[in-house]
């Protein structure tokens, strides 16, 4: 798998909304998606869909 910076087309005027693809942790894909996630740092306002998060959150508990 490739790695380093990508860069992302922000689909939104108003805030730092993407669209996320996969995501990996080191050489392993924790999951595919095509959807749509809002990484605002400038406020507290972020968007991740739901069942993707608890996945995410699932495989950074195991280790704990």
Request: no cysteine.
């Amino acid at each position: 798998p490739r790695s380093g910076i990508y860069w992302m087309k922000n689909r939104s005027p108003y805030h730092w909304e993407v669209t996320m693809y996969n995501i990996m942790a080191g050489d392993e894909r924790l999951f595919l998606f095509n959807r749509h996630v809002i990484f605002d740092t400038g406020s507290s306002f972020n968007y991740f869909p739901t069942i993707e998060f608890r996945k995410l959150m699932d495989v950074l508990d195991k280790d704990k």
